[in-house]
């Protein structure tokens, strides 16, 4: 099983209207492993990510976890039916995401949002998901803002209480929407010290960041996406310091002062 | 002082009538509840066919909304208990009569109905993409996050309007003696009938009422504001 990897993303297309924005992405992540994936703004990079877990379905191609398609089903007979709704939400929820604004629910405590969907969604007892939820809270330091509503927290307080609400779901990977992009230079590094600890610990992951240093350290693997289509891709030393395509040189040389 | 007002203000009449006034507020009360669990349920269901994604919905929805915020409280009720039963009587071929307190619930609950639909609107709209993004990438259905997520912020964001218009509805609930519903006004004009005091009898009303309404509204407003004011940065 070991070669089978956790996500696949499979000549993944999308268009909104005339325009295409996902032009053909594949790429694999294998467990344990952290893919960054970088480029400017209108690359794709959101999108593609929004497509991995059927938040914007794609137009055509897969994403498979540990081999199962997770927008259609193989029948019996070998034929592709899609997925209903239902059948994506239970998929879904193997993959942990962090948004760029975080998206904490507004009316509920931290550790409410952290125990929300473990509760109702993967069904496990108060008590159980309680106890997970607190454990998550503590690997992201935050267990002594527990009781406390998001709008009493800072970004990067609202940010690390947005990962333990996805680490309580027990994903098989997390996906990192820009996790930093919307916080204050001081308050990043808290955020980044977390998803480094989360990396080291073995977690699956699939990173779409700004922070170029922060992708070359962690990341086993790095992606420039460019117009919808993987422009180049390969190691960290390898994308960062000996570029290939033009657009990527161009692309870096904005983030070296 | 004259005597007029005199009379106008001795309030023992009232109190001697106090049984009889009691069991009419009661009515109100009940009035109130029932239209309240109407307007609430049917504006629920018509703002939500309001934000829908089909057209056919959203038209419908704006249709409940503009008839019944258009209708005045008095007329809806004479219609509903004078008109709509000869219709459902029509169309069933058999007499159909609506028990007075029956249709002054549907009456007044309907009317509500289009404000509380509009109150719900403005709430769900105003939701941000990514609460509901959450809840999806998460596995939760639609159902769960209208229930977990999207409700419990609206009747949050809606609470002071709401707080008004169940304040308005608890007033509307003064005219279902028009259709003989038992309530304090209507009790209040038996008792003028045959007291032939309306003066004191009517500002006892007026009082009462008054108070009743301060001092709920009041209350439910001093409660529900620090519970809201929880969420909102």
């Given at each position: 099983m070991s070669d089978v990897p956790r996500i696949r993303i499979a000549d993944v297309h999308k268009s909104y209207g005339p325009l295409e924005v996902l032009r053909g992405v594949s790429f694999d992540v294998h467990r344990g492993s952290v893919v960054s994936v970088i480029g400017a703004s209108g690359s794709g990079k959101r999108t593609l990510l929004r497509c991995v877990n059927y938040l914007d379905p794609p137009n055509s191609g897969e994403i498979y976890i540990e081999g199962e398609p997770l927008g259609s089903r193989i029948d019996a007979r070998g034929g592709r039916k899609p997925r209903s709704l239902a059948e994506i939400n239970v998929m879904r929820r193997e993959l942990g995401v962090v948004f760029q604004q975080f998206?904490?629910?507004?009316?509920?405590?931290v550790l409410g949002n952290v125990i929300e969907a473990p509760i109702?969604?993967?069904?496990?007892?108060r008590k159980d998901a309680i106890a997970y939820g607190e454990d998550c809270l503590r690997r992201v330091r935050l267990i002594d803002k527990k009781d406390e509503y998001p709008a009493r927290l800072s970004g990067g307080q609202q940010q690390r209480a947005a990962i333990a609400r996805a680490l309580a779901m027990r994903p098989k990977a997390m996906m990192f929407d820009e996790a930093t992009s919307s916080l204050d230079p001081e308050l990043t590094d808290e955020v980044l010290s977390v998803m480094r600890e989360l990396a080291m610990d073995g977690t699956t992951m699939i990173v779409v960041t700004h922070e170029m240093s922060f992708a070359r350290e962690v990341s086993d693997r790095v992606i420039f996406l460019h117009a919808g289509i993987i422009e180049e891709e390969g190691a960290p030393a390898q994308v960062f310091d000996?570029?290939?395509?033009d657009r990527l040189r161009q692309f870096l040389s904005k983030y070296r002062k | 002082m004259s005597d007029a007002l005199k009379q106008s203000l001795d309030l023992s009449m009232f109190w001697e009538y106090r049984a009889i006034l009691w069991q009419g507020l009661i009515f109100n009360v009940l009035v109130f509840q029932f239209a309240a669990s109407v307007a609430l349920s049917v504006g629920l269901g018509a703002a939500l066919l309001r934000v829908n994604r089909f057209l056919p919905a959203r038209i419908v929805g704006t249709l409940h909304v503009e008839l019944f915020r258009n209708a005045p409280d008095y007329i809806m009720l004479v219609w509903v208990h004078f008109v709509l039963p000869l219709l459902i009587g029509l169309v069933i071929q058999r007499r159909v009569e609506f028990h007075p307190f029956i249709s002054a619930v549907i009456a007044l609950g309907f009317v509500y109905s289009g404000y509380f639909a509009e109150a719900f609107r403005a709430g769900i709209q105003t939701i941000p993409q990514g609460n509901l993004d959450a809840g999806r990438a998460f596995g939760m259905s639609e159902r769960l996050i209208l229930w977990r997520i999207t409700l419990p912020q609206v009747v949050r964001r809606m609470l002071p309007e709401a707080l008004n218009l169940f304040i308005s509805l608890f007033k509307a609930t003064t005219i279902v003696s028009l259709i003989a519903v038992p309530d304090l006004m209507y009790n209040v004009s038996m008792v003028i009938q045959q007291e032939m005091r309306p003066l004191p009898l009517y500002t006892g009303a007026a009082l009462t009422y008054f108070l009743i309404i301060f001092a709920l509204s009041s209350t439910a407003r001093a409660f529900s504001e620090r519970w809201r004011q929880k969420i909102l940065a």
């Open positions: 998206n904490l629910w507004p009316h509920m405590t109702r969604v993967r069904k496990l007892p000996a570029p290939k395509s | -």
